[in-house]
């Protein structure tokens, strides 16, 4: 006897279905599964007969093959043990097939027949909606997360030997009723705040308009002076998530197995800090069964990387592809795996390996050893990085004040207005920041005045910007434009987003001169 049920794979951070055939025959009595496996999927044979034996069910002595489909795409992971055994079952007769073909089955099957958690579940069920299944079961734990995604009947089974009686009876089918979420209703609510960061006006300025337009920035300063303070408050003043974003990103949280049971959806953009010791590997992902890096659990957020030259060379030039594409593709022997990387870089590091130079009183590095560790930032990572900050030491009077600056809302009402102007620009054309505009996008809302136009010329040409350099201050007087409510980029704007990238030439190109 032949059955057929349908389970859902995952590839990347999305998912697809999968067949589950399952033929019992006349013949030597085994059990044998084929369709490309992984390891983890071959042991489900022993995992599925000892659990059906112990949920009550005797399996005949034939022939049991079991086929998963797709065969030219590696199946890994435990989520397929539940169907499989459904399959078995259907095959040899004991449950009914009638609602097999509408209904999607994933979960891991205990030696006792309880069923399992597992990963990916919002992957899961969004692809079983989109495939056009009626219903889909899944293990207790996961019933929360399965219904974030709202266009499926999503079934809670807790060993095969209900789930089996709910197949007998359809009767018994009810689908897991929709309890209020925290996730929806919860205002981002932070434990810092940009009222707590005493001076450092400059640093607060250019965070807010690497925000307001999704720019890269990078910190510089001697150690002490806030910067790693400032970029933890990075996310205080970034809009709130939308909801499409909020599941979009919880796909890859839910893939990693980084979702609490509690909170299936993220509350907040993410900000990653990985510390300097990671591998490029881990940066963006892979592994014997890819999976997302820390750039991908980044998107829509922030990844921060403090003291940017401690970290291996290999892992910073590996940020260079995902910067522009905005995406990572790895590639395996047979497949392919995406994975997106639409962040906000923002780093942080001191001019030398003491800390404190330029002041020469305090600084004890000689010039080549200055040189020698600025240069572990190669100058194409440094064309990718469209802001670069200066932290200067505090003085007294700044540290008395501590408590008077701007609040984070204060600061997050300017970007959200930047933002929303943002959005009506590139309406249709695909983004939605200023930083992710391509050559011609630069044309046609980046026209300058003669005026403009000349003083850029004379910034061009004293910075010695090359064609990326010239486009990123471009993109940036843009957004400093946005922010005041500016249809035209003027003067200021453009004098300003240079002073945001002159720390380039005074640190890794030579001494810096007024050009204004």
Excluded at 39 to 54: C, F, S
Excluded at 226 to 236: C, H
Excluded at 407 to 434: C, H, K, L, M, P
Excluded at 477 to 500: P, V
Aim: hydrophobic content about 40%.
């Amino acid at each position: 006897m032949f059955s057929k049920v349908h389970s859902i794979g995952i590839l990347g951070v999305e998912g697809y279905p999968v067949v589950v055939e399952a033929d019992v025959s006349e013949g030597l009595p085994g059990f044998t599964m084929v369709g490309y496996l992984s390891g983890a999927v071959r042991e489900a044979q022993d995992r599925v007969r000892t659990a059906l034996k112990n949920s009550g069910f005797r399996l005949p002595a034939r022939k049991i093959t079991v086929n998963l489909s797709p065969a030219d795409i590696r199946k890994e992971g435990t989520g397929f043990d539940l169907p499989i055994a459904v399959a078995v079952l259907a095959a040899t007769g004991l449950v009914d097939q009638s609602i097999l073909d509408t209904s999607i089955l994933v979960g891991e099957l205990g030696l006792d027949g309880r069923i399992k958690p597992v990963s990916g579940i919002l992957s899961i069920v969004a692809a079983a909606g989109n495939a056009g299944k009626k219903r889909c079961f899944l293990p207790i734990p996961n019933v929360s997360e399965g219904q974030i995604i709202g266009n499926i009947d999503i079934i809670g089974v807790e060993n095969i030997r209900e789930l089996a009686g709910m197949l007998t009876d359809p009767d018994q089918l009810s689908p897991a009723i929709g309890q209020d979420n925290p996730c929806f209703s919860e205002k981002d609510a932070y434990d810092v705040d940009f009222s707590e960061v005493s001076g450092q006006f400059l640093l607060k300025r250019a965070t807010e308009i690497a925000v307001a337009g999704m720019h890269n920035i990078l910190y510089i300063g001697p150690a002490g002076t806030g910067k790693t303070m400032v970029a933890r408050r990075i996310p205080t003043i970034m809009p709130s998530l939308s909801h499409e974003e909020n599941v979009e990103i919880s796909k890859i949280y839910s893939i990693c197995g980084l979702l609490h049971q509690d909170q299936p959806l993220l509350s907040r953009r993410p900000f990653r800090s990985p510390h300097h010791t990671i591998s490029p590997q881990a940066l963006t992902g892979g592994g014997r069964i890819p999976k997302p890096g820390e750039i991908s659990l980044a998107s829509r957020g922030v990844l921060f990387l403090d003291e940017l030259p401690e970290f291996q060379k290999n892992s910073i030039e590996v940020l260079r592809q995902p910067l522009e594409e905005r995406k990572i593709t790895i590639s395996r022997l047979h497949s392919a795996y995406e994975f997106p990387a639409d962040f906000m870089l923002a780093a942080a590091m001191n001019p030398c390996k003491c800390g404190y130079y330029p002041d020469r009183s305090r600084c004890t590095c000689t010039e080549p050893q200055i040189q020698r560790y600025l240069s572990r930032i190669s100058k194409p990572l440094l064309d990718r990085i469209d802001i670069c900050a200066e932290a200067v030491p505090m003085k007294y009077e700044e540290l008395k004040d501590k408590g008077k600056s701007e609040t984070s809302s204060a600061i997050r009402e300017r970007v959200e207005a930047a933002r929303v102007i943002q959005r009506q620009r590139f309406d249709g054309s695909g983004i939605y920041f200023n930083s992710a505009m391509n050559g011609s996008q630069i044309g046609d809302f980046c026209r300058l005045g003669q005026c403009e136009q000349v003083f850029l010329k004379r910034i061009f040409e004293h910075m010695r910007l090359s064609a990326r350099g010239y486009g990123k201050i471009l993109k940036v007087a843009r957004t400093i434009a946005d922010l005041e409510g500016s249809g035209e980029i003027k003067k200021e704007h453009l004098a300003e987003a240079a002073g945001l990238r002159s720390l380039e030439e005074k640190y890794w190109g030579g001494s810096h001169h007024d050009i204004m």
